[in-house]
């Protein structure tokens, strides 16, 4: 992100009584209600910031549903499985800057009667007075005959998403298909600065596509999986750097996204707050109710302040 970027985020977390050192380390969001002990992962906001959908998951991770949590009153609801999702494999969700359409992929058929997938497409729902839509699959524009992964959106309508579809640069390279005259365009390859022999997956596009923040994989794959970050400078991507600590570690993070007022940025995480020596002897109760609460490194959702994402 600019220079400018950062003093106005700076100026907006001063205005609004956060301290110096509020949020500069990775907290787990709503322990006990979003973040329990199970597998959850890859949160997204509605534009207002009072809806959330995120992933539960498997603990080998083959197979995730999108869940859905509302704020009322100061207090987040109990997840559910949202209306679209419950039954294929449903990953990745996006909701767009109106509030009125969410991207997500699946493995789910095209047509009814079909066996599912072996790779995943990108789908979209839309916003409908009873609730969201029949999902709509991207057409071969988009979506290829290996996996696609992770959309977002920017305010201009131009999709990012990740692909291991022929003609890459590595196993998973991000692309870009860019919204013209009410249709998308054939994707574009987001080049060496952000691309390499290994894997780029996951990418969040800011909102005026100044930077972009993606999950790569190198050297040592999912298990080691951490952040980067790229900015658009005169039209091209910078040299991609890592994102530091403590938002990266030596476990998995992924499915990194920035909140719509650009002040927290929102991630998964297999980290876990247990550590090689207790303070005291458990016993099997206590040791059973910590190995399954949050923390307990299976993945769990984080939020840290934007600003700690500069070096």
């Given amino acids: 992100m600019t220079q400018r970027t950062i003093l106005l985020l700076l100026a907006v977390l001063l205005l609004t009584g956060y301290s110096e050192s509020a949020l500069s380390q990775p907290r787990i969001f709503e322990e006990g209600i979003i973040s329990t002990g199970d597998y959850e992962t890859h949160p997204a906001f509605s534009p207002s910031g009072d809806t959330l959908y995120f992933l539960k998951g498997l603990p080998d991770a083959n197979f995730f549903s999108i869940c859905v949590s509302y704020k009322k009153n100061g207090k987040w609801s109990a997840p559910q499985i949202a209306s679209f999702s419950g039954k294929y494999l449903d990953a990745d969700p996006f909701v767009t800057r109106d509030g009125q359409t969410l991207y997500f992929v699946s493995n789910r058929p095209v ?20 609730g969201w839509g029949t999902p709509v699959h991207l057409d071969s524009t988009i979506n290829s005959s290996n996996s696609e992964y992770f959309p977002t959106l920017a305010d201009n309508g131009n999709l990012y998403f990740g692909s291991g579809r022929k003609g890459g640069k590595g196993r998973g390279d991000l692309y870009v298909s860019r919204w013209v005259n009410g249709k998308y365009a054939p994707p574009e390859n987001l080049g060496d600065s952000i691309n390499t022999v290994d894997n780029e997956y996951e990418p969040y596009i800011a ?105």
């Fill in 111 to 130: 047509n009814e009667g079909e066996p599912v997938k072996p790779d995943w497409d990108i789908w979209k729902t839309t916003l409908t007075p009873n």
């Fill in 207 to 311: 909102p005026d596509e100044s930077y972009l923040i993606f999950m790569a994989t190198y050297p040592n794959g999912l298990y080691n999986a951490d952040f980067y970050i790229s900015h658009r400078v005169d039209g091209k991507w910078s040299k991609a750097r890592k994102l530091p600590e403590p938002i990266n570690s030596s476990a998995t993070e992924w499915g990194g996204k920035v909140t719509r007022d650009g002040k927290y940025f929102f991630f998964g995480s297999s980290r876990n707050k247990i550590t090689d020596a207790l303070p005291q002897r458990e016993d099997i109760k206590q040791f059973e109710r910590r190995s399954r609460s949050a923390g307990n490194g299976l993945g769990d959702i984080y939020f840290v302040e934007v600003r700690a994402m500069e070096p």
